[in-house]
């Protein structure tokens, strides 16, 4: 059974920072891309960071560019995202995705599973 559990949202103020994790299970970790994306209440999902297989190629929205930082660790089956500078814009429902031997696109489509995201709230 494929699950992929998101842990290190909450509420900090703006400037602040946070590091997300994604943890995995039931699937090869090193054969998945991984990706983050957000959901904003009222707004669409979108795309916040990808990193491919071997992490050696991330790729970032330009609204979080410099800011944010994707990594992963195949060793612990576990990707991350590194959050700083936080503003209250980024406050939304963060998701990690997989992608099977994907090379960590910004489209949702390409993700096949999917975690139950977690919240992150950024106050003024």
């Known amino acids: 059974q494929v699950q992929l559990v998101e842990s290190g949202g909450g509420l900090v103020q703006a400037g602040g920072s946070l590091r997300l994790s994604c943890a995995t299970s039931?699937?090869?970790?090193?054969?998945?891309?991984m990706g983050w994306f957000r959901q904003a209440p009222g707004k669409d999902r979108e795309f916040v960071a990808a990193?491919?297989?071997?992490?050696?190629?991330?790729r970032y929205s330009d609204s979080v560019k410099g800011r944010f930082a994707i990594s992963r660790d195949n060793s612990k089956n576990t990707a991350y995202l590194q959050m700083n500078s936080l503003k209250p814009e980024d406050t939304a429902v963060y998701y990690c995705?997989?992608?099977?031997w994907g090379s960590g696109t910004d489209r949702s489509m390409d993700y096949e599973n999917w975690g139950q995201g977690t919240q992150v709230t950024v106050s003024s």
């Open positions: 990193i491919s297989r071997s992490g050696g190629i991330t």
């Open positions: 039931g699937i090869t970790f090193r054969n998945y891309a």
């Open positions: 995705a997989a992608d099977n």
